[in-house]
């Protein structure tokens, strides 16, 4: 997805893969999992489409290009929870930008927005947890005492 999305940033119109994605073949597990995605993507086409309020397609792209870059990232991370809005956000930008609906594109940007802020909640509250524990066990250590000559 960083790859993909870097390559729309520099103003790419057709993306670019390395052979071994590019001549890669879906098996029949993948297949079956296209087929069982049309209706829903059927449905979606009913509600993104064209509307009214969309900004110009190529002042569009860096923006969502680097929103979709970091976002990607941020997906990579092994943050428990972390990946599913951002991902979330990521699918909106792009059915926004294939679609030319700018109601998708600013439902992506609350997405990636409020998926930015449970990132940094989450992260907060482990860090925050980490030095609880940690101070936790520093007093217990001060507490024990050791002897050297048995009694």
């Known amino acids: 997805m960083a790859l993909v999305a870097a ?19 879906l098996g029949r597990s993948s297949a079956a999992l296209v087929l069982r995605a049309i209706p829903v993507l059927q449905r979606l086409e009913k509600v993104v489409h064209p509307r009214a309020g969309w900004p110009t397609p190529a002042w569009m792209r860096v923006p969502v290009g680097t929103a979709c870059f970091l976002l990607a990232i941020i997906v990579a991370l092994p943050i ?25 594109l600013w439902l992506a940007l609350a997405v990636a927005i409020a998926g930015l802020v449970l990132i940094a909640l989450v992260s907060v509250g482990a860090y925050e947890g980490i030095q609880q524990a940690r101070g936790h066990l520093s007093l217990t250590m001060n507490c024990v005492t050791v002897t050297d000559s048995p009694t």
Do not use: C, I, Y
Not at 8 to 24: E, H, K, Q
Not at 82 to 99: D, H, I, R, T
């Open 7 to 25: 390559q729309l940033v520099m103003g790419r119109t057709r993306p670019w893969l390395p052979a071994a994605l590019r001549n890669r073949q």
């Open 80 to 104: 428990p929870f972390g990946n599913m809005l951002p991902g979330l956000a990521v699918v909106l930008f792009s059915l926004g930008m294939m679609e030319k609906d700018g109601k998708a």
